[in-house]
């Protein structure tokens, strides 16, 4: 049977629909990405203007930026899309059976009954967590229950248990970036160091958003984070939740690995953005619980809805719009809080509010009841 003219013409503009609803996505995620690498230069810009008046700082300058704008930016992406597929493959030992994961006979290593699983957000480059987020979640984890424990030290940016260090093929690449991001001299270079690794982790959370690639990385991330459970004893009949707070660009892959964590550990997993950037693109269906902890001074994560335009009202169809007319979204909004720095949520001035935002809602979704699912 022939195909008609009309049905022929009709493909081809969706295929044209598709294309450019894909261009837009990825315009918006590169339009946050340049607004927060400027917002983050402005620092190194004004602390080393006066060396750049000398022509030698502008030379070198100009041949570090020219080599991240036409080297080090498309490599960096290339490797961030092909390590997941290369291990996807087996050929970097393969995928762990998760069959394998949480044996029925090994008893539970404690009491805990629900386990917090920190994400950070795109500045993180290796397992251990700054000062100032090493302090925030010094102050969550005197706030929750003794029958609640906290993970920390997750790298959601990289597929092995390291950091960007110790990457399989490419960690004498990011020793040197980091080592010329703490000891040169010019701040600049400094900046620009910090801008391939923020490029990589800004590029994963592109990944986790697409519906085409985002599945594969988010299975692998969340498999890391059901292992790395498995390590401290959790077992699924002990358990009853996980919950995964997701600060900035880790608020993606909290959500991007929330419904697949679930299938997994066999426990009811809920989602706790913190300044989130996300798209709403991950499968949600059998998520109940998603809360938002909000800052009234936050431009990064109003951006970043506006570059996800799935989780806009206009389009009732999005994955983030659906989920919505079947559940609750809890927000808690904190007043005068940005994104990062002194007014940030891991800022002394905001840290307490924000803690004490997360332990409100870990109380008010203790009382559901939890999964129903064949173990």
């Not at 339009?31 to 203007?49: K, N, P, Q, S």
């Not at 994963?204 to 690639?213: A, E, F, L, N, T």
């Not at 169809?317 to 909004?333: A, M």
């Amino acid at each position: 049977m022939t195909r008609s003219p009309f049905s022929e013409t009709a493909a081809a503009v969706q295929h044209q629909r598709r294309r450019l609803r894909g261009g837009r996505r990825w315009l918006g995620v590169a339009l946050v990405c340049v607004v927060m690498l400027g917002l983050l230069g402005l620092t190194a810009v004004r602390r080393d203007a006066a060396s750049l008046l000398q022509p030698e700082s502008w030379l070198e300058l100009l041949t570090w930026f020219g080599c991240v704008v036409g080297v080090v930016v498309p490599l960096v992406g290339v490797y961030s899309v092909m390590v997941d597929f290369v291990f996807w493959e087996g050929w970097m030992h393969g995928l762990p059976d998760p069959s394998r994961l949480f044996a029925t006979g090994a008893e539970a290593a404690g009491q805990h009954h629900h386990y917090v699983v920190y994400l950070d957000g795109i500045h993180q480059s290796e397992e251990s967590h700054p000062p100032r987020v090493s302090d925030f979640l010094g102050c969550l984890e005197e706030s929750i229950t003794d029958d609640t424990i906290l993970v920390k030290g997750i790298e959601a940016y990289t597929i092995t248990n390291t950091g960007l260090r110790s990457t399989t093929f490419a960690g004498w690449f990011w020793q040197r970036l980091f080592a010329l991001q703490e000891h040169h001299p010019n701040g600049l270079i400094r900046f620009i160091c910090a801008f391939c690794v923020q490029a990589n982790n800004v590029i994963k959370v592109g990944i986790s958003s697409d519906r085409r690639y985002g599945p594969v990385m988010n299975y692998e991330l969340a498999l890391k984070i059901a292992r790395r459970l498995d390590s401290i004893g959790f077992r699924p009949q002990h358990a009853s939740r996980i919950v995964l707070v997701g600060y900035s660009g880790g608020g993606e892959m909290a959500i991007g690995t929330a419904e697949i964590l679930q299938q997994l550990c066999r426990v009811r997993v809920q989602v706790i953005t913190v300044c989130g950037v996300f798209s709403g693109n991950g499968a949600l269906e059998s998520v109940n619980d998603v809360a938002m902890v909000l800052g009234s001074r936050d431009p990064v994560a109003a951006l970043g809805r506006i570059a996800y335009p799935g989780r806009l009202p206009l389009l009732p169809l999005s994955n983030w719009n659906r989920w919505q007319r079947h559940h609750s979204l809890q927000r808690y909004t904190i007043e005068g809080m940005s994104h990062n720095g002194s007014s940030g949520p891991f800022s002394t001035a905001y840290r307490g509010a924000v803690v004490e935002a997360i332990c409100r809602e870990l109380e008010r979704s203790a009382l559901i009841p939890p999964l129903t699912t064949p173990r």
